[in-house]
């Protein structure tokens, strides 16, 4: 009996703790470990209660937990992507942390995900629109890449590959076309591309990764982007495979 109270004592402990040095390590409340055995030793963490960061009323991000059945669905597929990228290569641009939450907004707008290289995090909403989900796993994660290499990214040399007549809005959420569906025009992949540098930047790199190379078009304006994210994607990491 001494024996069994210790072990049930064990695992009252266990969890609140577990949940307390989460907390402590990305600052994001209600978490739990899903799962940490993974070759590229990525750390992937689920909602189980809804959170809310951020008391500022203009910037909060609120996401919320996930039935059980979806999320080890979600999972699977998010896991399948993640698992493109090495272990050295997620050191060096540094990224630990995948959340998984559903309904994930930024200040009441949806969001697909939402990145953040201080604290080595990736938030992914498992419920984004179905017909893009698995190619905004890499979208969100070039902006690990790009928020932590800057320099490498240029958004003045990227801004001259477009037309001289070519403006991108003042922020991603700025106008109202965000639509993913692939184009057959005009120097970008999507509707959404044209919001602004960083984000024309990232899709560019989620269909080359996404596509795996199969993604290509007679358009020399993307063919300069494909180019300039190759080549310094590679300067990151000279072994990365597209």
Known sequence: MILFRTILLFFIVITPLKADTIYNLIKIPNLEIYNINTKNELRY???????????????????????KKILDEKYKIIKKNLDRYSLNFLKIIGLKYVVLCENLSITGIN??????????????????NENHFERAIHHELFHIINDNYKELFDKNIWKNFNKKNFKYSKCSTCNNNWNLDLLDEGGFFTEYAKSTASEDMAEVFSHLIFYKNKVYSNDPIIEKKILFIKKNVLKIDNTFKF
């Open 45 to 67: 963490l689920y909602a189980t209660k809804p959170f809310r960061l951020g008391f500022n009323v203009k910037k909060n991000i609120n996401c919320y937990n996930s039935d």
């Open 111 to 128: 969001t697909a995900g939402i990145p953040n290289n201080k604290t080595r995090t990736l938030i992914l909403d498992i419920k984004f």
